[in-house]
């Protein structure tokens, strides 16, 4: 054999050395809550401390955050037709449901019997897979067995997980977007229930999961868990999409359009307040489906509006949203979204960003 191949000793040698910080061999990451229910308990807890933040910042309405106020305070009290208590009322029986069908639906970390740590990953037996596909594209790209066999680690390590994430995003985006529009598209599934939700015309953070509990259910709870088992997430790597997606979520209710350095977020994901405040006005209503992530799907399927040109159009055709207005009015023609404007630049953006971070661990692993 080669003196230059890397032996199977060895290669379960480099993994075990190269674990990143966030695994753990246990079958529990933290030893007082199972992964099952650190995932459920997770989003109510970002959930509510993140909707108290936004709320803090709409009573007590410093100077830095009002400027980037969407609407003024009063107009969450005259034009929203629902009151505050209702939508938070509503938002705890979701979570009741949602973590019902998470106790009755998902499976823990599977363990073993005899010692106690996780079997659902094998890191040097996955890693000695990825290696021998790599190995056998060998014969056709002369690479170094050392550089394939960082490149496998790293893969697994990073890239993979990485990859899941960035799937399961999309998975997500399409769902919510199908079922979105097509509430919106079919009265009788809008008056039964999308219509609850949109009974707040002024968004805020605590509404962020005010809606029929049946659509609570179908959209959002279903939707990350069909999001979760397509993407081949562990449930230690679905604590983390569940998290995640909860804060954008209420991030794009929150009411104001924060620019990327104080909301961090956008710099990944080009869907933002600003972008779904358009979705809650009369005139928006067959806008700007896609949530909660990207705006891939209003672009592709022509119901994209960036929020620039919707406020023009509006002020130029004299239009203004006025309290009371019905739900079901013909929304105002809009102008196709510009080639280069500010969401198609950060769509392609967040693209790249994401291969690219995915390449970052790949060259770091394959170069030391």
């Known amino acids: 054999m080669d003196a230059t191949w890397v032996s199977a000793k060895d290669v379960a040698v480099l993994v075990e050395r190269s674990a990143p910080f966030f695994y753990h061999e246990r079958a529990q990451f933290f030893s007082f809550i199972s992964d099952k229910y650190l995932s459920l308990l997770m989003p109510v807890l970002v959930y509510w401390s993140t909707c108290l933040w936004y709320h803090a910042l709409d009573v ?5 955050s009002e400027r980037y106020r969407l609407h003024p305070p009063a107009e969450i ?28 639906l998902m499976e823990d970390t599977p363990r073993s019997a005899l010692t106690g740590t996780r079997t659902d990953v094998d890191p040097v037996r996955d890693v ?43 998975l997500m985006d399409a769902w919510q977007y199908t079922l979105h529009r097509t509430m919106h598209e079919v009265r009788f599934l809008y008056r039964l229930m999308h219509s609850h939700h949109h009974r707040l015309y002024v968004p805020y953070a605590f509404g ?17 868990e ?23 979520t209420v991030g794009d209710h929150c009411g104001y359009a924060f620019p990327w350095y104080l909301n961090p977020m956008q710099i990944l994901f080009p869907n933002n307040a600003e972008y779904h405040d358009v ?39 004299g239009v203004r949203t006025k309290p009371g207005a019905d739900d079901n009015d013909a929304p105002a023609p809009m102008p196709a979204p510009a080639l280069r404007s500010p969401y198609t630049t950060a769509s392609v953006w967040s693209t790249a960003l994401f291969f690219g971070i995915l390449a970052v661990p790949v060259a770091t692993y394959s170069l030391l």
């Open 208 to 224: 962020a999961l005010y809606n029929h509990p049946i659509e609570g259910m179908l959209l959002d709870t279903l939707g990350a």
């Open 279 to 317: 979705h809650h006005q009369s005139q928006g209503l067959r806008y700007n489906y896609s949530q909660p992530f990207f705006v891939h799907f209003d672009t592709l399927l022509g119901t994209r509006v960036d929020p620039a040109d919707f406020a023009r159009r509006l002020e130029k055709k």
């Open 128 to 170: 000695t897979r990825m290696l021998a596909w790599l190995r056998a594209a060998h014969a056709y790209v002369q690479v170094p067995d050392v550089l394939l066999v960082r490149g496998a680690i790293a893969l697994y390590w990073w890239g993979v997980p990485w990859l899941q994430f960035w799937f399961a995003c999309f």
């Open 60 to 64: 007590w309405r410093p100077a830095w």
């Open 226 to 248: 069909m999001a979760r088992l397509c993407s081949g997430m562990t449930m230690r790597q679905t604590v983390v999409f569940f998290t995640l997606s909860t804060f954008k």
């Open 77 to 104: 009290t005259k034009r929203n037709r629902v009151s505050m208590r209702r939508v938070i009322v509503m938002v705890v029986v979701q979570h009741l449901l949602q973590t019902l069908l998470g106790v009755l």
